[in-house]
């Protein structure tokens, strides 16, 4: 201890001295030290005898008190002898004596006959590369080797299943006209731009750029690409300038389609049922940036049948139809709204609408309408902006489904799309809308719309006390308008749980298609409808986890609704795709295995 506080301050005196101090292994009855050589002053620093001397005179202190332990004390303390192979520790340098090796500590050794357990020797030598330890394997980062690309990649990997069940025949086909084949630099295979994206969205990769950098190094990326180890990646400028300046924009829907039929052509579709709902994906802007301003309301699609039924019962009643300025230049002869609204519009990104819902923050963002079969593929898409309905949306996204797969018997869907028009359409396309349940929002101390009962003949509702209320009026939002007479409600003993107004007269609004409403109540209600409304949790539910938590789906990078849109159908076409490989992998097993199960495959005792 004295010796060491001594060569501390020697090493503090001179300031620049350095020093390497070996680990001490210790036993029960033997003590050995490793020391490493003092180097001498730093060049930099002004040298002196008397600097210098400190360390010196400390180190021939320590060294006495090495020889008087070794002549009175059973311990023996031995430096570090390098091994066969490792001669590490016999090139260190002796800056004390000038030699290049540590000198020889044969004269430090007990004269007896008894060996030295054999040890691990730990040496610190920051130059070359830090801690050494006896039996660790040599640095091989720059061994030079012949490798086989294709023996790296695990048989079992994703990217050889999906390479097993992808082609890319009609890519070429379809993009050739796009690419100059006798002027110009050769250009960088489409194929191999494309396969890059595949990557971005199988793995959840956020960017393009993190996706150049993770194929730079990643043995099964380069293998699904066709390049070698030392082949240069195309840059991921390259492949954003591909699809937003080169490729055609239907190229990613072409791309969704494809997969898809191919996973009807492996029958892995169910069509039978579909679960429709939404999504939101948030925006790449600035929620803090944005300016009100008024904007027109669409029209609905069903705005022209519904002015025209609605005028039918107003002719009826004696009442006025219902005209608007441009009924002759909507394209269902319905009349345009040209009512307007104020929005919140982002000056970042005009496209996506602000997002307000329960607890959750306001922000900017895109909303994804789905649908998908019963396994989870995905069958349709329609992006729009956050703020858009999701009832408004559905036309699109139902018709494009149903076009497509006109087998489908069942549409399940959540509570944002219990209305009148999406229960008539369904019902009258001859198939069985599913929806859930929705809370009655009235007073409960009052009568429930319910316990009216409906008079078919005469167009009327009659109140659990007996009374008529007669149909009035049709609004132009198809809203059935029944009334009861004042003087009747007037002396009735129920007028307190009634809910009559003011005057003594009790409303009651019903819809004009609300006989489909009521039937999907029914349907509601039956075994069938429950088993199938309880699989929205297995089905789109998960999709919509799936593609946030594995695939990179909670926010987008991209601005505009039409590279959104791109964007999100290339997300999809990739998750049916990883679907499609895992199915038809583990398909081609079970073949594999089936004649073991099915089949004698052991010989028979006269071919033996």
Known sequence: GIALYAVLR???AAHAARSRLFSIHSTQQNCRLTAAAIYPC???HSFSPRNFSYPVLSCIILYLIILFLEKNVNTHLLPATPKEGNDFCAKLPNRLTGSGKMKSSAHLRPKTGKKLCKRPCFCYYRRNGGVYMEGWRKDARHEPIIVDLEALVPKEHLLRKIEKVMDYEWLYERLDPYYCH???RPGTDPVVLIK???????FGIPSLRQTYQRIQDTLSYRWFLGYGLLDNIPHFATVSYAFCKRFPDELTSEIFEHILNKALNNRMLDTSAIFIDGTHIKASANKKKFQKEQVAKAAKVYSGQLRREVNEEREKLGKKPIEDEDDENHPQGGGGSQETAEKTVSTTDPDCGMFVKGEHERQFA???????????FVLGVEVTSGNVS???AWDAVYDKVTDRFPEVKFVTMDAGYKTPWIAKKVIEDSRIPILPYTRYKGKKDKFKPWDFTYNVVNDSFVCPGGHELRHTTTSKDGKRTYRSATQVCKDCPCRSVCGANEN??????????????DLVEQLRKTERGKEIYAMRKQTIERVFADAKEKHAMRYTHHRGLARVSAWVRLKYAAMNLKKLALWKWSRSDFFVFLP???FDTTKTPALA
């Open 182 to 184: 006798d002027n110009g």
């Open 42 to 44: 730093d060049p930099s």
């Open 10 to 12: 020697g090493i503090d």
């Open 596 to 598: 073991y199960f099915f």
């Open 366 to 376: 895109y909303e994804a309408h789905t649908a998908c079969d019963k396994h989870g």
């Open 504 to 517: 003594g007269q009790r409303m009651l609004t019903t819809h004009i298609w609300q006989e489909f409403l």
């Open 390 to 392: 999701d009832s408004v």
């Open 196 to 202: 890059m994206v595949l990557i971005q969205h199988l």
